[in-house]
């Protein structure tokens, strides 16, 4: 593996801000000293019962008692400001503070992201966590400074799953064709249609719809967002492929974070550290939780051979991400995964 330092060096290097964004991002935020009281505008594009809402639920009520009212949140949820694309770009621009974004859509602002989206690359929440909260994960966060984002932390989406509205599904045959939502993300698409779908990208907030319409037959995502969002009123069949594992990075405006007073700022960091155990925690149970509520939908769970019929036509993906990003970060995970 390679040495820290050489993989700091390399997200120092990758980073970039996304098409038309430099000017913006860069030139019309100003850097101003927090007020006395400030109330934090935070977003994101989940549902209210969702273990990232109740986290910045958790936030604002620790917020608010530990600095005595200094800083409060108002929180936005079901994408009411914008996709996860845009959140980003508004805190870049100085619009929003505060907001938990897919990783995936990090990939159009840092290409760096992408190696977390390479599908059957993490095996457990051990090897997950290892890479999140070791150097890797540090890095990818603080890298994320070089185009006007804070990284601050990095909250449990869980492991996505494929669902759809056709068939049960155990093979990529049985995928062969079918209309699939997937993230704005180019690894993404590029995985499934080595999978035999026909996947698109679509935000989130639109998603439901579409699937009710039969724009998309299929989509993936965590079993506990598929319940969140009521997706088992649109969708039969869950099959459990933990391809993915989709951490939520918990974003903010980096002048909001600066203008903090030392005090303030030492406060806000241990909640974030709080918010986060208490989220993964959520996370973790609320899988179990949302297929206890859903005894309309079929999960169909894969036998190994099943598994590593998706898993094996994942090599030319990985050959893509090390084509577009390097191969450091990539080997990096891999070998702190297997370690």
Known sequence: MQSFATLTGHLARKTFLAPGLIALAFGLTVSAPISAQTVLKAAHSSSTTSTGHQALEFMAKELKEKTDGRITLQIFPSSQLGSEREQIESIQLGNLDLSFVSSAVLGAFNQDFFALDIPFMFKDREGVYRVLDGAIGTQLLASLDQVGIK?????????????????????????????????????????????????????????????????????????????????????????????????????????????????????????????????????????????????????????????????????????????????????????????
């Not at 405006?253 to 709080?274: C, E, L, M, T, W």
């Open 151 to 339: 990284g601050l932390a990095y909250w449990e989406n869980g492991f996505r799953q494929l669902t759809n509205n056709v068939r049960p599904i155990r093979s990529p045959k049985d995928l062969e064709g079918m209309k699939m939502r997937t993230m704005e993300n180019e690894v993404h698409i590029a995985a499934w249609k080595a999978e035999g779908a026909n996947p698109a990208p679509l935000a989130f907030g639109e998603l439901f719809t579409a699937l009710q319409q039969g724009t998309f037959d299929a989509q993936e995502g965590p079993i506990n967002l598929f319940y969140d969002m009521k997706f088992y009123e649109v969708q039969k069949y869950i099959t459990r492929t933990n391809h993915v594992y989709s951490p939520w990075p918990l974003l903010i405006n980096p002048d909001v974070y600066n203008g903090f007073s030392d005090q303030d700022r030492a406060i806000f960091d241990q909640v974030v550290k709080d918010a986060t155990s208490y989220q993964r925690q959520l996370a973790q149970q609320a899988d179990e939780k949302a297929v206890a509520a859903m005894p309309q939908v079929q999960i169909i769970d894969l036998t190994p051979e099943e598994h590593a019929a998706f898993a094996d036509r994942m090599g030319p993906i990985y050959d893509t991400v090390k084509k577009k990003i390097g191969s450091e970060v990539v080997d990096a995970i891999v070998a702190e995964v297997n370690r």
